[in-house]
């Protein structure tokens, strides 16, 4: 079990450019979380998948957000166009949804930079 | 509007002795409360969890205790040792349907050898 995988693990940008986070969830869960980390917040929850399906985007920021899992292996962030404010560690998350106790598995984050 | 709340963003301990994390919450409707361990440059990992239906669960050297009435629960590890050094995060689940978890901001102990 490799765990959650995440890439870059960081990642420095100036203001106004296009950053793609990248996640590869642990195989066989069917749920994928994306959270932003800031000392303020804490864990923020961006956006939700299941089976590949976003569920609940609420708690992306602005429209410069946007998120999609083309398959069950596959996810990725973006932010167009990148503001300083958007620097934080961002946390890509898996586990299987069932009823009951499913934990998330966390990848190591990516720390974004923005200048 | 934080509705999982660490009011203390750290705390030192004696190796050997307890630790005690704290955790407020303001939603009634939580069911179930986690916490986890984060380690510098690491995803945080699950360490312990109680169902809202419980007041107490324990696990080795970890017992979480859940008030309801309060709105509160702690984290108790017994005895402290070094390798606990970490970020705590206490984090509760919305009932219905998905595993909306909603975390506070962290708590950093420090063990002191």
């Known amino acids: 079990d490799a765990g959650v995988i995440q890439s870059p693990r960081h990642e420095v940008t100036e203001m106004g450019q296009e950053v793609t986070l990248r996640c590869k969830p642990i195989s066989g869960h069917n749920s994928l979380f994306w959270y932003r980390q800031t000392m303020m917040r804490g864990l923020e929850l961006l956006i939700y998948f299941n089976n590949n399906v976003p569920i609940d985007d609420s708690g992306m920021p602005e429209d410069r957000f946007s998120a999609k899992m083309p398959n069950a292996s596959f996810s990725t962030l973006k932010i167009q166009p990148s503001e300083p404010r958007d620097s934080a560690v961002y946390f890509c998350?898996?586990?299987?949804?069932?009823?009951?106790?499913?934990?998330?598995?966390f990848g190591n984050g990516t720390r974004l930079t923005v200048t | 509007d934080q509705q999982v709340k660490q009011n203390s963003p750290s705390l030192s301990v004696q190796e050997g002795r307890i630790s005690i994390l704290n955790c407020d919450y303001t939603n009634s409707m939580f069911d179930y409360f986690l916490w986890y361990k984060k380690y510098p440059a690491e995803g945080p990992t699950f360490l312990i969890s109680i169902s809202s239906i419980k007041d107490k669960n324990e696990d080795g050297r970890f017992t979480v205790f859940l008030n309801k009435s309060a709105k509160h629960l702690s984290l108790h590890i017994v005895p402290s040792q070094p390798g606990d050094s970490a970020v705590y995060f206490c984090?509760?689940?919305?009932?219905?349907?998905?595993?909306?978890?909603?975390f506070g901001t962290g708590t950093k102990l420090q063990v002191i050898p």
């Open positions: 984090a509760a689940r919305n009932p219905g349907g998905y595993q909306k978890v909603t």
């Open positions: 998350a898996s586990t299987y949804l069932r009823q009951g106790r499913s934990p998330l598995h």
